[in-house]
T-cell receptor
Framework: DAKTTQPNSMESNEEEPVHLPCNHS???????IHWYRQLPSQGPEYVIH???SNVNNRMASLAIAEDRKSSTLILHRATLRDAAVYYC???????????????FGKGTHLIIQP | SQTIHQWPATLVQPVGSPLSLECTVE??????LYWYRQAAGRGLQLLFY??????ISSEVPQNLSASRPQDRQFILSSKKLLLSDSGFYLC?????????????FGDGTRLSIL
C-alpha cells in the first residue's frame, strides 16, 4: 500500500474548526483516501473517504488536492469527543489478489482544549 | 442497519491456555471479515481476513487461527496462548469492493496473558 505522512499531534480549541493534513505523494490513480479515528480503548471508527472530489458527511469533510498528493480532514466544529487518533489510509480501488486489510500508520493525535 | 458484535470485552488468560474470540455481524450478507491486533502503543496489524464461508487468508504467521463457520460469524482461536499474544483484538467487516468500501470495527477484546 502507498504510504501516508501525518503530523504526530495537533491541538485545537473546542468549538473551532480543525484541519488535519495528510500527504500521500505516491498515491496511485485508483487509490481511495480513507480516514478513520480511534478513541481511547475503542476500535477504529470510519470517518470519511474519497477518490478525487471533495466529500462531506455528517462527521466531517474531506478536501482532496487537485494532484491527489495530499488531503485534509476538516472537523467543522471540534468538541471534546473529537479527541482521538486520526488515521489517513490509502486503499487500492481493486483487488490485486493480495490482502484486503487496512494498513494503519501512527496517525495524528488530536488534542482538544476546552 | 448493520451492527458488529465482539465478545468478550476483556479477557485474562494464563500462558498455555486456549483461546476463542467470537465476532458476529448483523444486517448484511456475505461481508468481508477481518481480525486485527493492536499491541500496546502500536498500530493495528491485520491477522486474518475472509471473503466467504470457510475462506480464510492469514497475513502473519503465528499460533493463532481463524475460522468462518457461518456467513456472518468469524472466530479467532489459539490452542496455546503465548505472552506475546496479549493485545487488543478487533474484528471488522466491509461490503465487497475493497477501496471504495469502508471497514467497520467492533468494540474489541482486550486480552491479557499472565
Amino acid at each position: 500500500d502507498a504510504k501516508t505522512t501525518q503530523p504526530n499531534s495537533m491541538e485545537s480549541n473546542e468549538e473551532e474548526p480543525v484541519h488535519l493534513p495528510c500527504n500521500h505523494s505516491t498515491i496511485s490513480g485508483t487509490d481511495y483516501i480513507h480516514w478513520y479515528r480511534q478513541l481511547p480503548s475503542q476500535g477504529p471508527e470510519y470517518v470519511i473517504h474519497g477518490l478525487t472530489s471533495n466529500v462531506n458527511n455528517r462527521m466531517a469533510s474531506l478536501a482532496i488536492a487537485e494532484d491527489r498528493k495530499s488531503s485534509t480532514l476538516i472537523l467543522h466544529r471540534a468538541t471534546l469527543r473529537d479527541a482521538a487518533v486520526y488515521y489517513c489510509i490509502l486503499r487500492p480501488g481493486f483487488s490485486g489478489g493480495g490482502a484486503d486489510g487496512l494498513t494503519f500508520g501512527k496517525g495524528t493525535h488530536l488534542i482538544i482544549q476546552p | 442497519s448493520q451492527t458488529i458484535h465482539q465478545w468478550p470485552a476483556t479477557l485474562v488468560q494464563p500462558v498455555g491456555s486456549p483461546l476463542s474470540l467470537e465476532c458476529t455481524v448483523e444486517g448484511t450478507s456475505n461481508p468481508n471479515l477481518y481480525w486485527y491486533r493492536q499491541a500496546a502503543g502500536r498500530g493495528l496489524q491485520l491477522l486474518f481476513y475472509s471473503v466467504g464461508i470457510g475462506q480464510i487468508s492469514s497475513e502473519v504467521p503465528q499460533n493463532l487461527s481463524a475460522s468462518r463457520p457461518q456467513d456472518r460469524q468469524f472466530i479467532l482461536s489459539s490452542k496455546k496462548l503465548l505472552l506475546s499474544d496479549s493485545g487488543f483484538y478487533l474484528c471488522a467487516w466491509s461490503v465487497e469492493g475493497q477501496g471504495a468500501q469502508p471497514q467497520h470495527f467492533g468494540d474489541g477484546t482486550r486480552l491479557s496473558i499472565l
